[in-house]
C-alpha cells in the first residue's frame, strides 16, 4: 500500500505478496480470510473494512505504504475493529509503529499467527508480538496459500519460498538482519507439493538468493531442480540469485529445463568504490567478470533482470546514461535503475541518519516518498534535485524511443529462447508502463527540462 501511487511496486504484472498468502495458510480453520490489495485500487476498501462483516483487521506494508497503513489503521479504530500491523515495515520501526496499532508483529509471524488469533478470541490480544528465533522452514512454515487472490482482483502470477536469507548482507538491503544471513530451506517434498497446487502458468520464487554463494548452498539447489524437473507441474518462473552462478552451466540448464526464464541479479554497479560502499564483496570480485557471467546466463537460456543503483558517493547524473550503455552492451536483457534509497533496518539508513544526510524525514508522512524513484537523501557529488532531474531525463529518453522489440529480438538471439525473449518483452514493457506513467508528474515538477534533450536510452 501506498498512498504516493507510483514506484516499481505498479509495475505490469500483479505479484501476490506472499505473507499474506502464508498467514491464511497458518490460519486455523475456523476462521474466514479475506485478502485486499490496493495494488488493484482502493474502490470499496474502507467500506468493505467497516461493513461490520471482519472481526480482525490485519495490515502489512513497505515503508512507502506505512503511512497508508496508519491511514487504514485509524479508520479501523474509529469504527472499534481491531487491527494488526506485521511485515517488515513494523518490525524495522516498531517503536514509531505501535501506536497506531491494537498489536503489532515484529519478524516472521508463522509460529506465533495462531497463538496471537487465540489471543484474539480470548480478549487478551498483546500489544506486542515477537517470535523468540528465526522459524526452521519445516512442518508447513513458509508454505502458502496458493487458492486465495485478493477480493478486489486477481494476481497475474503465483509466488512461492523455497528459502529465507541471504549471507551477502548489502548495506542498501535488511534481508540478512530481519531473515537472518544463514539460508533456511524448505523441504524438498513440501515445496513440490505447493508447486502442484498453483494453477496459474507463471511463477516467481521469491528467495532472496536462489543459488547462494557456497558450493553446499549451490548443490542444494541444484537437487531441487532435479526433483522439480522429475516431480514438478509445469510452470514457467523467474527468482532472484547472485551473479556467481553464471559461473555453473549445470545449474543454469537445470534452472532453463525446470521452467526458468529470467533471474533478477543485483549487479548495482560498474564502479568498485561503489560496490565496496554497499558491500557487495561478490561483485567486486567478478567485476571483470560481468561479461563472461551473463553470457552464462545466456548460454542456457535465460535472461539477465539487472538492478542497478544510482545515488553512490562517487555518482554524478551522467552516471545513469553511462550505466544503461554499459548493460546494454554487456547484453543485460532488462534494465531496472532505481534511487539509492536507505529504507529504515539497514545499514545505509543508520549511517545517513548519523551524518544528517536524510532529506525526507517527516516521518510517518515522508516513507511514501521511499518508492526508489525519488531522491530522499544527500548525494555527495550531486544535489538530490539534480539527480531526480537526471532520472526524468531517462525516463523521458525511454518514453521516447522505440526500444523494447530491439531488445526482445537480442535476448531472442542470445538465450535462443521465444518463452525467454517474451518474458523479457513483458517485463520492458512494464517499465515502459512505468516510465510513462512517471513522466508526465514529474515534468509538472521540471517543466524547464521539457525543452532539454532527454537522455539517449540504449537499443
Not at 496458493?146 to 535488511?174: E, H, K, L, M, W
Request: aromatic fraction near 10%; glycine fraction near 8%.
Amino acid at each position: 500500500m501506498s498512498r504516493a501511487g507510483q514506484g516499481y511496486h505498479t509495475m505490469s504484472s500483479k505479484i501476490p505478496y506472499l505473507g499474506l498468502q502464508v498467514l491464511a495458510k497458518c490460519t486455523p480453520k475456523q476462521h474466514q480470510v479475506d485478502i485486499y490489495d490496493e495494488i488493484f485500487g482502493r474502490q470499496g476498501i474502507v467500506e468493505s473494512l467497516i461493513s461490520g462483516i471482519y472481526d480482525l483487521v490485519g495490515i502489512t506494508a513497505m515503508t512507502s505504504g506505512a503511512a497508508r497503513a496508519y491511514e487504514l489503521a485509524a479508520i479501523c479504530r474509529e469504527h472499534k475493529i481491531p487491527v494488526i500491523f506485521g511485515g517488515i515495515h513494523a518490525t524495522t520501526c516498531s517503536d514509531e509503529a505501535q501506536p497506531h496499532f491494537d498489536s503489532i508483529v515484529i519478524g516472521e509471524a508463522d509460529e506465533i499467527w495462531p497463538k496471537i488469533l487465540d489471543d484474539f478470541q480470548a480478549g487478551k490480544l498483546q500489544p506486542r508480538y515477537k517470535a523468540d528465533e528465526l522459524p526452521e522452514l519445516v512442518n508447513g512454515v513458509g508454505t502458502g496459500c496458493q487458492d486465495v487472490d485478493p477480493v478486489n482482483g486477481r494476481y497475474t502470477v503465483a509466488s512461492i519460498q523455497t528459502s529465507r536469507g541471504c549471507p551477502t548482507g548489502c548495506r542498501f538491503c535488511s534481508v540478512t538482519k530481519v531473515n537472518g544471513a544463514k539460508i533456511r530451506r524448505r523441504p524438498v517434498d513440501e515445496i513440490i507439493d505447493e508447486w502442484n497446487s498453483i494453477k496459474k502458468s507463471f511463477v516467481f520464487i521469491v528467495d532472496d538468493n536462489f543459488f547462494g554463494l557456497s558450493k553446499t548452498q549451490g548443490q542444494w539447489s541444484k537437487e531441487f531442480l532435479h526433483q522439480l524437473i522429475r516431480r514438478g507441474k509445469k510452470h514457467l518462473w523467474f527468482s532472484q540469485t547472485t551473479i556467481n552462478m553464471g559461473d555453473d552451466k549445470e545449474a543454469l540448464d537445470l534452472a532453463y529445463k525446470a521452467g526458468c526464464r529470467a533471474m533478477l541479479v543485483g549487479i548495482e554497479s560498474f564502479e568498485e568504490d561503489s560496490l565496496n560502499s554497499f558491500q557487495k564483496k561478490l561483485n567486486c570480485q567478478n567485476i571483470n567478470r560481468y561479461q563472461e557471467l551473463i553470457d552464462g546466463f545466456h548460454r542456457s537460456g535465460i535472461a539477465v533482470f539487472g538492478c542497478f543503483i544510482i545515488g553512490c558517493d562517487n555518482d554524478t547524473p551522467e552516471s545513469i546514461g553511462r550505466t544503461a550503455r554499459t548493460a546494454v552492451n554487456l547484453g543485460v536483457d532488462i534494465i531496472q535503475i532505481t534511487n539509492l534509497t536507505p529504507l529504515p533496518g539497514t545499514d545505509l539508513f543508520e549511517e545517513f541518519k548519523r551524518n544528517d544526510r536524510i532529506l525526507a524525514n517527516n516521518y510517518p508522512d515522508d516513507w511514501e516518498k521511499y518508492t526508489f524513484i525519488n531522491t530522499v537523501f544527500k548525494p555527495k557529488s550531486m544535489t538530490a534535485r539534480e539527480m531526480d532531474e537526471a532520472m526524468f531525463l531517462f525516463r523521458r529518453g525511454a518514453v521516447e524511443r522505440h526500444w523494447i522489440l530491439k531488445r526482445t529480438i537480442k535476448s531472442l538471439i542470445k538465450t535462443r529462447s521465444i518463452s525467454t525473449a517474451l518474458f523479457v518483452h513483458g517485463m520492458n514493457k512494464g517499465f515502459l508502463e512505468l516510465a510513462q506513467a512517471q513522466v508526465p508528474h514529474d515534468a509538472k515538477l521540471f517543466p524547464h527540462l521539457m525543452n532539454v534533450p532527454p537522455t539517449h536510452f540504449p537499443d
